[in-house]
């Protein structure tokens, strides 16, 4: 049968695609690509012609048969999104669920993704982290979830587009107490890549002046805080209770 690549292109450097990157894309029969416009433009730059398929998540449920059909037909399909890894908040992972209940061999490549770009960089403890793609959008909905990593022994990490960073923020600072690690990472692998570094209040005024532009990856810091210890008084009250009651 044939098989399915799962090929990373750049987050913004073209420089980052791989060779093994490009010798697949170019050596498979088809590219299935996210936006066969914006991949078009990619692939010219890096140099690969090769004819391409859309899927993208609108069309994902219907075409995956017809993709899985082709690779049972031998076929090679080589999946790309617009940037970045594929699967990692983008699509492809229903194709590669299919794939794998077909037994279609499923190849996926290394290569450039953001939040792991973002993590390397950010300073913070990379074991253990949690990934969580992007948040849902309503304070409500994002409340759960900021709860959740003001309590976690993990560094957490989050997509969030510029003209709602403002706001996250604001929602942020009121779960996460002032003196909690943040880190703003954007527009990575590009002329203007920065780590904005500092607490949720520092990041809150700093982008109050400063309107977010491009694109960002928002790191939080694990939670550092040793559980609290008893105080020999106390614990000797409380030895002292039990045997009283005992
Ligand atoms: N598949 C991609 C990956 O592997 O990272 C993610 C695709 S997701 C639709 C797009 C989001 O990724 C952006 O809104 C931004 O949060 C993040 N992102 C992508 N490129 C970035 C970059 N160069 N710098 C910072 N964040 C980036």
Redesign the pocket.
């Known amino acids: 049968s044939g098989k399915l690549y799962l090929v ?1 292109t750049p ?2 450097n073209l420089d980052d695609i791989t060779i093994r990157a490009k010798k697949v894309l170019t050596n498979a029969d088809y590219i299935a690509a996210e936006d066969t416009r914006t991949s078009g433009i990619l692939l010219e730059k890096i140099g690969v012609h090769n004819r391409m398929l859309s899927f993208h998540k609108y069309n994902s449920k219907e075409r995956a048969p017809e993709l899985i059909k082709l690779m049972q037909d031998g076929v090679t399909i080589a999946e790309i ?6 699967v ?3 699509p492809g992972y229903i194709l590669v669920e299919d794939c794998i209940k077909h037994d279609i061999p499923v190849v996926p490549l290394p290569g ?4 792991a ?2 993590l390397i960089g950010s300073g913070f403890d990379a074991q253990p982290f949690t990934y969580y793609g ?1 948040l849902p959008r309503k304070q409500s909905e994002q409340k759960p979830y900021f709860e959740e990593m003001n309590k976690a022994k993990a560094t957490s990490i989050f ?3 510029p003209h709602r960073l403002v706001k996250t923020l604001k929602n942020m600072a009121q779960v996460f107490p002032a003196d909690r690690k943040i880190v703003a ?6 002329i203007h890549e920065e780590f904005i570094r500092g607490t949720v209040a520092e990041l809150n005024s700093y982008f109050a002046k400063t309107k977010p532009r ?4 928002i790191l939080v810091s694990a939670n550092t805080e040793k559980p609290k210890q008893l105080a020999w008084p106390e614990l000797i009250q409380l030895v002292n209770n039990v045997v009283k009651q005992g």
């Open positions: 990373p987050i913004g999104s617009d940037a970045g890894m594929p990692i908040s983008d450039p993704s953001a939040f770009t973002a992007f997509y969030e587009a990472a954007r527009e990575l692998t590009k491009g694109e960002f990856v």
